[in-house]
């Protein structure tokens, strides 16, 4: 349900403005329209970039806890910073400066680890004074074991110091490059035991650094209050830059919204400070913040609204309409009472131990799982499993209920469950029209929901004049009359009263009704063929789950019947568990996507819900 606004317009001293805006701060109910579209100030974007930071250093200490967390354990308990959020920021930023050079430092000296290992610990003053005495330079080579020659020993005094990862490493001795078919090398100016030992202390003060940022992520707190502090000034800033001067700057003018249920206590505060102002209800063309409310149950689907996008304040909220819908078609698209069973032991377990958010989305996924159970041992699947082609004597008395051609069969001579989703389908889409209709009552008047709701009335009484036959349902021939009757009167909406103002010209008017009618059953037989269509997806996608699901149960069988029982066991868990949890996986996206896609497309047009509403924010501290 999308709350009743009340539109307030300020007008207030340039005097009263500060004393003002800190009062409105502290009522904390009204949501503040930005008059000055793309205003700024050296104050909000001092603001805008803190909270950045803010929330940049947050993230890295959720990944710092969550990646080095567990080697830290045991010192993340004590807290080992107090102290406000500037000092915070500094601390953390310098720590990842440090833990990214650190890995540079490592890096480095691995390299240089990795190049002096097959040599040694030499030094190279013993080098150098070898180079003196013979008047030879010395040459560092590597080459593979098979392409060293021991003619290079008299030729150019080689000598081979060590074999490493299938490569000899020699020394030569020559006044000038010998000419060797091997790799020369070029060693850093350092000896083993410096890198090493420069690798060591990296790797503790890496440690060190990766143990100060787990501490630093048990008093996450102070970012968490900074971080408020800093949106509460840049609403602040934002407020302030949402009036328009008047009178030379004299008089300010601010516009604001609140909730219809908090304008009586608004007004008496303001009364008291004695400031103008005026209520108004919103117009039409006004662009009205929104805040939705739900029950219980529809609120956990708000999320799913979201990704789309709120309503406008013109729109139904269509949240409680489409949540039982959305719930069916996942456990419809799902399809599987096993998969079901791990989606609601996922919602349980989520409800149980999460918090916040999680805890939400756990109970949606209780919603959720349990519909697909449902669905499942309703259309007879569980884990792949045809239960209607299963000779267990307990399933005898419902096999013939399952809603499959094993159990109650052909429908019309289809599958029953291409039927019911179409059914479904068209259940929806006129649920969709009922809302369109109920959208233009509301904004403009009954006479605007006529035509829409003319169509409904139509096709209702055709699918029952035509339909109920076809089901064996014999109409008495007064029902018939009856319904001829409301499609006789539909048609005249349809065609005569689908735009009641082109009436203000009672010329054209009956004629440009009568094209719009025209128009409308063009778009109505193309249009709503094609949206019910849509939904026997609903029945693909339930179907290709059981059938992947029993593949991969017969290929585990197959593939494992010739070996001994106590040899079998494991293969044939490997591969269940592998193909259940690819199909597992493929189905689960599929049972998000497809509702997601039916509800936003083929429910969200039919309702006409436009949508782009902008949330509803109180300015407050």
């Not at 004393?19 to 001092?46: C, K, M, N, Y």
């Not at 001994?564 to 599929?590: D, E, M």
Request: aromatic share 12%; with cysteine; proline share 4%.
């Amino acid at each position: 349900m999308i709350e009743r606004m009340k539109k307030l317009t300020f007008l207030v001293t340039e005097r009263e403005y500060d004393a003002f805006i800190a009062g409105l701060r502290e009522q904390g109910v009204v949501h503040v329209q930005q008059l000055q579209q793309g205003a700024t100030s050296p104050e909000l974007q001092q603001s805008l970039e803190l909270r950045q930071r803010i929330e940049q250093d947050m993230a890295y200490l959720d990944y710092a806890l969550g990646t080095w967390g567990k080697e830290n354990a045991s010192s993340t308990a004590a807290a080992v910073v107090s102290g406000d959020t500037p000092e915070m920021l500094e601390r953390i930023e310098r720590l990842r400066d440090e833990e990214v050079s650190t890995n540079h430092r490592i890096d480095e000296a691995e390299n240089n680890v990795a190049r002096m290992e097959p040599w040694g610990n030499f030094r190279w003053e013993d080098v150098r004074r070898i180079e003196n005495e013979t008047g030879l330079r010395v040459w560092f080579f590597a080459c593979p074991n098979k392409m060293y020659r021991a003619e290079w020993e008299d030729t150019f005094f080689t000598i081979p110091v060590d074999e490493y990862q299938k490569k000899i490493y020699f020394l030569a001795f020559s006044a000038e490059q010998p000419d060797i078919a091997a790799e020369l090398l070029s060693l850093p100016e350092g000896c083993l035991k410096e890198y090493q030992d420069e690798l060591s202390a990296a790797r503790v003060r890496l440690a060190e650094v990766h143990s100060e940022l787990c501490q630093l992520a048990t008093q996450k707190s102070v970012l968490e209050e900074g971080l408020a502090r800093s949106k509460s000034e840049i609403q602040l800033h934002e407020v302030q830059l949402s009036d328009e001067s008047l009178a030379d700057g004299a008089v300010r003018l601010l516009v604001g919204w609140t909730l219809e249920e908090k304008i009586g206590a608004l007004t008496e505060w303001l009364d008291a400070q004695h400031i103008f102002y005026e209520v108004e209800n919103p117009a039409y063309e006004d662009d009205v913040p929104v805040k939705i409310t739900n029950n219980s149950f529809s609120s956990l689907f708000e999320p799913i609204l979201r990704m789309y996008s709120l309503p406008s304040y013109n729109d139904i909220d269509p949240t409680f309409f489409f949540a039982p819908f959305f719930m069916l078609f996942f456990g419809l698209c799902l399809g599987d009472g096993g998969y079901g069973f791990l989606v609601l032991l996922a919602g349980l377990l989520a409800t149980w131990f999460g918090k916040g958010d999680t805890k939400k989305y756990g109970r949606l996924g209780i919603w959720l799982g349990g519909m697909t159970v449902i669905c499942g041992l309703a259309t007879g699947t569980v884990f792949g499993i045809d239960l209607s082609k299963q000779d267990w004597a307990f399933l005898a008395p419902v096999k013939k209920y399952f809603l499959s051609d094993g159990g109650v069969g052909p429908i019309f001579g289809y599958s029953p469950m291409m039927v019911i989703s179409v059914i479904i389908g068209l259940v929806q889409v006129l649920l969709g029209m009922v809302l369109k209709a109920a959208k233009a009552w509301k904004n403009y008047g009954f006479a605007y929901a006529i035509g829409t709701l003319s169509w409904v009335v139509a096709l209702l009484s055709a699918v029952a004049l035509y339909g109920l036959p076809m089901c064996g349902v014999e109409l008495p021939a007064a029902a018939r009359y009856v319904l001829l009757a409301l499609i006789g009167i539909s048609a005249f909406g349809i065609f005569f009263y689908n735009n009641p103002s082109a009436y203000k010209n009672p010329i054209t008017g009956p004629l440009l009704n009568i094209g719009g009618g025209v128009w409308s059953t063009y778009g109505m037989a193309t249009g709503l063929l094609g949206d019910l269509l849509s939904y026997i997806r609903l029945f693909a996608l339930g179907l290709t789950g059981g059938v992947l699901g029993g593949v991969f149960n017969s290929l585990a069988l197959d593939m494992t019947s010739s070996l001994a029982w106590y040899i079998r066991w494991l293969p044939l868990v490997l591969i269940l568990l592998a193909g259940h949890g690819i199909t597992f996986a493929l189905s689960l996206i599929s049972a998000f996507v497809h509702p997601m896609r039916l509800t936003f497309v083929e429910f969200f047009k039919n309702a006409d819900f436009s949508g782009g509403g902008k949330e509803y924010v109180p300015f407050k501290k």
